[in-house]
Nanobody, 124 residues
């Protein structure tokens, strides 16, 4: 079992930045692949980024590439999502997700564990 707790959401103006954190517990974090998804009102939950524990480079959705960066601190059992140049269309609830898979995917069905989500609102 893995427990995930996100933090860092809030209200920001367009062009601003936020950093989300996701603290994990319950499983060896160093062998857990971590991902971020988001869900806007009335829309499906969509993939944002994922980073494998085997050291592969993270990959990103086209909509956030070049603006968002994920990183992980294995000593703190925490994964981060740095979001820069935020746009109103980035407004959503952001979810941290975890899987035991070595190679992460873009489908939410591939992730076994989920956090409760944190709201990000970008005003124009």
């Amino acid at each position: 079992q893995v427990q995930l707790v996100e933090s860092g959401g809030g209200l920001v103006q367009a062009g601003g930045s936020l950093r989300l954190s996701c603290a994990a517990s319950g499983r060896t974090f160093g062998s857990t692949t971590m991902g971020w998804f988001r869900q806007a009102p009335g829309k499906e939950r969509e993939f944002v980024t994922a980073a494998s524990w085997i050291g592969l480079s993270p990959f990103y959705a086209d909509s956030v590439k070049g603006r968002f960066t994920t990183s992980r601190d294995n000593a703190k059992n925490t994964v981060y999502l740095q979001m820069n140049s935020l746009k109103p269309e980035d407004t959503a609830v952001y979810y941290c997700a975890a899987t035991t898979r070595r190679i992460p995917g873009r489908s939410k069905g591939e992730y076994e564990y989920w956090g409760q989500g944190t709201q990000v609102t970008v005003s124009s």
